[in-house]
């Protein structure tokens, strides 16, 4: 998936931003702040712009990371994760978002989700992993149709799962 437009947001590869990669780097110091990365894997936390620059190449390696820009104001106001597996029941996608601070309690993750969810490709499961603690991210999931999932063994500790079938 190259990306996807909602009403406020346009997600795209950070390429399609149409900005340097410093502006880049600057947008992600913004955005993967110590409190947003808390509950995010070991290594996401406390990046310096070196540390930021290989972190965004090896994300869009292992799958497709989308930059959100608010169209209005050009801000980057969050980030989604898509990665794709197939098995024997067909594709699964396995989604993460975050949304940085500054922007958090305005709509952003639901809108993020909603628009994946009528733009992706069918038929697909969206399978979404979140920290037991973050409630709020629970939520999105829950409002856009996604049903709690149990973790397999091999899971995570304190994570919950979620799945939507389309």
Not at 5 to 31: F, H, P, V, Y
Not at 115 to 139: D, E, F
Request: aromatic share 8%.
């Amino acid at each position: 998936m190259e990306g996807f437009t909602t009403s406020r947001l346009q997600l795209c590869k950070w390429g399609g931003l149409n900005i340097s990669e410093d502006q880049w780097l600057d947008a992600l110091m913004e955005l993967l702040t110590d409190e947003v990365t808390k509950e995010l894997p070991p290594g996401w936390q406390g990046m310096d712009r070196a540390t930021l620059k290989k972190w965004s190449a090896e994300r869009e390696q292992d799958g497709v990371m989308l930059a959100a820009k608010n169209i209005e104001t050009q801000d980057v106001v969050g980030l989604m994760f898509l990665f794709n597996s197939s098995s024997g029941s067909g594709c699964t996608t396995h989604i993460g978002y975050l949304v940085g601070e500054r922007h958090q309690g305005k709509g952003y993750a639901t809108e993020i989700i909603k628009g994946l969810i009528s733009s992706i490709p069918k038929p697909v499961t969206l399978l979404a992993g979140v920290s037991s603690c973050n409630k709020p991210s629970m939520n999105v999931l829950t409002k856009c149709g996604f049903k709690s999932r149990p973790a397999s063994p091999d899971s995570p500790p304190d994570t919950d799962f979620f799945e939507l079938s389309l």
